[in-house]
């Protein structure tokens, strides 16, 4: 199996390069029907590969706001909103791609309306033009899941010195999506969304799940999403499952009803953020004999989570806040969860997965940050942001879990910037600890940090590569009520299992070197790419000699068409030397379509224990 699979991976990549030689040698390279005539020849010129190549940041990142800062004070006369179709590019309305597809897309596809576009803007006629206000509507539209990308542009008035016009470039991406998993020959899963319904930038979702040895054979699933009700950047969101993974089996028995709301903090002069979730979830006997489901699989519980926070000051001095990006921040959580059943097992015998929680959090946070945009992330050529700044936070509340109620502090410090080359650094330092009885318990402590270079050109070719590196250091200390260090963790090797392995140390390093192309197949893009992580686990009590190292090396690529709703998809295929738990095999390939595909940061988070998995 890893000889056939490494042969087919270079069959693979001599024709991507084979295929890229082509397209630089001949610019109109296209299908090989767009040679014949009449119907077919229309298709064949509308596959074509070479397709334009988005715009590569010469300066490698640049600051959100300075395109904004010749303007600033100046009063905003008159809002436009150019909404480009599938055929053009936001950062080069002159670029057109026209094809099929593009044509099929503007056919069938309901643009966004403009009303939803004017909700999302934090100016409005007769306003002020602040740079920094500007920038973070741009990220805050960029950000949106039915745009593919937008920019803003502020045009000057010929004779008018004082005022200016503003206009809001945006491209949808086809909202219409899903997919389809076939597990088996007697069981698999369909899923069918549209994240912009009708051009209003809500979303809907339907599931359907059928195993043939499952009772009962079907199951279903949906969720509707309101987004920023009446302008106000709420979200609420309400869903139902009857074939739900459980938590502690993955197994399709899960019922669930919930309902989300969310107020984000859409830039760091907004005053209110917050949010809340309450949910139902139970599972019922689908798969295993009674007696092993009621000892080891059977659960029932309700969780409510709400937070809320204030930005300090924010409504104060209004022009002088909108030129500072220092803030202060204050928030307050409840966290009340309870289990009315738990597997037999578990009924007198403590299990951090199964116990009750009820928790009271606040939180203190001076945060300062800016953002730069830049290309080839996670992305395949579109504007992304990231984050430059700190963030300081300090915790403490109240939480009773199993027999124990404890105080808890913690804080935690974030720094990124981008180098003078720009490379980028983002590092995270953050511990928690309770107080029983005069004594430490559960003492977590987390120091990470994540680096990527600035993309760089393979000579003469269309070929582009960036480095990621990551590495993290953890440790636990007298643990008695918290989950213990996963190997599966972010922090570790999610691929693999975490059987027999309770942990108090762990030490990861990971790296990857992605290769990004400009040219197009069919609208999609890709990237192959490397990787290698290791990761050294210590047992809790053992001594650190006996700690055992952890392995995986691989290759992959990922592709993506930035016009879809869908997400990245990536052929993943991993050499385990050492197998732990269910896993015996050392070659593990895997086809995944959830992957990030937008850089995620935020202005501020609700009051959280240290997350140290």
Same mark, same amino acid.
């Given at each position: 199996?890893?000889?056939?699979?490494?042969?087919?991976?270079?069959?693979?990549?001599?024709?991507?390069?084979?295929?890229?030689?082509?397209?630089?040698?001949?610019?109109?390279?296209?299908?090989?029907?767009?040679?014949?005539?009449?119907?077919?020849?229309?298709?064949?010129?509308?596959?074509?590969?070479?397709?334009?190549?988005?715009?590569?940041?010469?300066?490698?990142?640049?600051?959100?706001?300075?395109?904004?800062?010749?303007?600033?004070?100046?009063?905003?006369?008159?809002?436009?909103?150019?909404?480009?179709?599938?055929?053009?590019?936001?950062?080069?309305?002159?670029?057109?791609?026209?094809?099929?597809?593009?044509?099929?897309?503007?056919?069938?596809?309901?643009?966004?309306?403009?009303?939803?576009?004017?909700?999302?803007?934090?100016?409005?006629?007769?306003?002020?033009?602040?740079?920094?206000?500007?920038?973070?509507?741009?990220?805050?539209?960029?950000?949106?899941?039915?745009?593919?990308?937008?920019?803003?542009?502020?045009?000057?008035?010929?004779?008018?010195?004082?005022?200016?016009?503003?206009?809001?470039?945006?491209?949808?991406?086809?909202?219409?999506?899903?997919?389809?998993?076939?597990?088996?020959?007697?069981?698999?899963?369909?899923?069918?969304?549209?994240?912009?319904?009708?051009?209003?930038?809500?979303?809907?979702?339907?599931?359907?799940?059928?195993?043939?040895?499952?009772?009962?054979?079907?199951?279903?699933?949906?969720?509707?999403?309101?987004?920023?009700?009446?302008?106000?950047?709420?979200?609420?969101?309400?869903?139902?499952?009857?074939?739900?993974?459980?938590?502690?089996?993955?197994?399709?028995?899960?019922?669930?009803?919930?309902?989300?709301?969310?107020?984000?903090?859409?830039?760091?002069?907004?005053?209110?953020?917050?949010?809340?979730?309450?949910?139902?979830?139970?599972?019922?006997?689908?798969?295993?004999?009674?007696?092993?489901?009621?000892?080891?699989?059977?659960?029932?519980?309700?969780?409510?989570?709400?937070?809320?926070?204030?930005?300090?000051?924010?409504?104060?001095?209004?022009?002088?806040?909108?030129?500072?990006?220092?803030?202060?921040?204050?928030?307050?959580?409840?966290?009340?969860?309870?289990?009315?059943?738990?597997?037999?097992?578990?009924?007198?015998?403590?299990?951090?997965?199964?116990?009750?929680?009820?928790?009271?959090?606040?939180?203190?946070?001076?945060?300062?940050?800016?953002?730069?945009?830049?290309?080839?992330?996670?992305?395949?050529?579109?504007?992304?942001?990231?984050?430059?700044?700190?963030?300081?936070?300090?915790?403490?509340?109240?939480?009773?879990?199993?027999?124990?109620?404890?105080?808890?502090?913690?804080?935690?410090?974030?720094?990124?910037? /981008?180098?003078?080359?720009?490379?980028?650094?983002?590092? =995270?330092?953050? !511990?928690? +600890?309770?107080? @029983?009885?005069? &004594? *430490?318990?559960?003492?977590?402590?987390?120091?990470?940090?994540?680096?990527?270079?600035?993309?760089?050109?393979?000579?003469?070719?269309?070929? /582009?590569?960036?480095?990621?590196?990551?590495?993290?250091? =953890?440790?636990? !200390?007298? +643990?008695?009520? @918290?989950?213990? &260090? *996963?190997?599966?963790?972010?922090?570790?090797?999610?691929?693999?299992?975490?059987?027999?392995?309770?942990?108090?140390?762990?030490?990861?390093?990971?790296?990857?070197?992605?290769?990004?192309?400009?040219?197009?197949?069919?609208?999609?893009?890709?990237?192959?790419?490397?990787?290698?992580?290791?990761?050294?686990?210590?047992?809790?009590?053992?001594?650190?000699?006996?700690?055992?190292?952890?392995?995986?090396?691989?290759?992959?690529?990922?592709?993506?068409?930035?016009?879809?709703?869908?997400?990245?998809?990536?052929?993943?295929?991993?050499?385990?030397?050492?197998?732990?738990?269910?896993?015996?095999?050392?070659?593990?390939?895997?086809?995944?379509?959830?992957?990030?595909?937008?850089?995620?940061?935020?202005?501020?988070?609700?009051?959280?224990?240290?997350?140290?998995?």
């Amino acid at each position: 199996m890893p000889t056939r699979f490494l042969y087919v991976l270079l069959v693979a990549a001599s024709c991507l390069v084979s295929e890229a030689r082509a397209q630089e040698q001949q610019a109109d390279t296209a299908f090989f029907l767009a040679g014949k005539k009449g119907l077919l020849g229309k298709i064949g010129k509308s596959l074509s590969v070479n397709n334009p190549a988005p715009a590569i940041l010469a300066t490698g990142a640049v600051k959100n706001d300075s395109v904004f800062r010749k303007f600033s004070g100046k009063v905003i006369r008159e809002i436009q909103i150019e909404k480009l179709g599938f055929e053009k590019f936001v950062n080069d309305t002159n670029k057109v791609t026209r094809n099929i597809f593009s044509r099929a897309g503007d056919a069938l596809h309901t643009s966004t309306r403009r009303r939803v576009i004017l909700n999302n803007l934090f100016f409005a006629p007769g306003d002020t033009v602040y740079p920094y206000l500007m920038a973070d509507n741009e990220k805050l539209l960029r950000e949106l899941s039915y745009l593919q990308d937008a920019r803003i542009e502020i045009k000057e008035l010929p004779g008018n010195t004082d005022s200016v016009d503003v206009l809001i470039i945006c491209k949808d991406v086809f909202p219409v999506g899903g997919s389809a998993d076939l597990g088996s020959p007697t069981s698999g899963s369909i899923e069918v969304n549209d994240d912009n319904l009708v051009g209003t930038g809500n979303r809907i979702q339907f599931i359907s799940y059928f195993d043939m040895d499952r009772s009962p054979t079907y199951g279903f699933g949906f969720q509707a999403l309101k987004r920023n009700i009446a302008g106000t950047f709420i979200n609420v969101a309400v869903g139902y499952q009857t074939e739900a993974p459980a938590f502690n089996s993955g197994r399709r028995e899960e019922k669930a009803l919930y309902l989300r709301a969310e107020l984000p903090l859409p830039s760091p002069y907004h005053v209110w953020t917050g949010g809340l979730e309450y949910a139902v979830r139970f599972t019922q006997n689908a798969y295993k004999p009674d007696s092993v489901y009621n000892s080891d699989f059977r659960y029932n519980y309700r969780l409510f989570d709400g937070w809320i926070g204030y930005n300090l000051g924010a409504k104060q001095r209004l022009q002088e806040n909108f030129n500072s990006r220092l803030k202060k921040f204050v928030a307050l959580r409840g966290i009340h969860r309870r289990f009315t059943d738990v597997p037999d097992l578990y009924k007198n015998l403590y299990n951090v997965y199964y116990s009750d929680l009820v928790s009271v959090l606040g939180s203190f946070t001076i945060f300062e940050q800016d953002y730069y945009h830049t290309n080839f992330l996670y992305g395949f050529g579109r504007n992304e942001d990231v984050p430059e700044g700190f963030n300081l936070s300090f915790t403490g509340g109240l939480s009773r879990r199993g027999q124990a109620t404890r105080p808890y502090i913690g804080f935690e410090y974030q720094r990124n910037y /981008f180098s003078n080359r720009k490379n980028y650094l983002n590092y =995270t330092i953050r !511990a928690g +600890t309770y107080f @029983n009885k005069n &004594l *430490l318990e559960d003492i977590s402590f987390l120091t990470s940090i994540d680096y990527f270079t600035r993309l760089r050109k393979l000579g003469n070719s269309k070929w /582009f590569l960036r480095h990621f590196i990551s590495g993290s250091i =953890t440790q636990q !200390a007298r +643990t008695i009520y @918290n989950e213990p &260090l *996963l190997l599966s963790s972010i922090y570790g090797i999610p691929l693999l299992s975490n059987e027999n392995i309770r942990a108090s140390t762990r030490i990861t390093f990971n790296g990857e070197s992605v290769f990004y192309n400009t040219w197009k197949l069919l609208g999609f893009s890709f990237a192959p790419f490397t990787f290698a992580n290791v990761s050294y686990l210590k047992t809790i009590g053992a001594d650190l000699h006996k700690g055992d190292i952890y392995t995986a090396i691989g290759a992959g690529a990922r592709t993506r068409n930035e016009n879809l709703v869908f997400g990245t998809m990536e052929l993943r295929a991993s050499y385990i030397p050492r197998t732990n738990g269910s896993r015996t095999t050392t070659w593990y390939i895997a086809f995944s379509t959830d992957l990030r595909f937008k850089y995620n940061s935020q202005f501020i988070k609700r009051p959280e224990f240290a997350v140290v998995n």
